[in-house]
């Protein structure tokens, strides 16, 4: 079982997206138990967290990204997201979703400057 995550691509500084994830199969009481997060990790670079969401709704960011990035999920639809705005060349990076237990695949963020 691998999470799917996409939205990636290649934009301008100040621009923005939308990272989604979903783990196919997964069943609603389940989804709705875990914790949830994305991951980036930047070329040559350690795996950080971005943000979290856990099951209580509460949320957790990494100072980097506070204010411009909003983790969202979506307990009908079963997805996750990460809203990426204003962004940076230093967000440059895979990003992954992680739901405590298994990871995604990783998608690729490129910000030009």
């Known amino acids: 079982v691998q999470l799917q995550a996409f939205g990636g691509g290649l934009v301008q500084a100040g621009s923005s997206l939308r990272l989604s994830c979903k783990r196919p199969?997964?069943?609603?009481?389940?989804?709705?138990?875990?914790?949830w997060a994305w991951y980036r990790q930047g070329s040559g670079g350690q795996r950080e967290l971005v943000a979290r969401s856990d099951s209580g709704g509460d949320t957790t960011y990494a100072d980097s990204v506070k204010g411009r990035f909003t983790i969202v999920r979506d307990n009908a639809k079963k997805m996750v997201y990460l809203q990426m705005n204003n962004l940076k060349p230093e967000d440059t990076a895979v990003y992954f979703c992680h739901d405590g237990d298994v990871w995604g695949q990783g998608t690729l963020v490129t910000v030009s400057s």
């Open positions: 199969g997964i069943i609603t009481s389940t989804f709705w138990s875990k914790s």
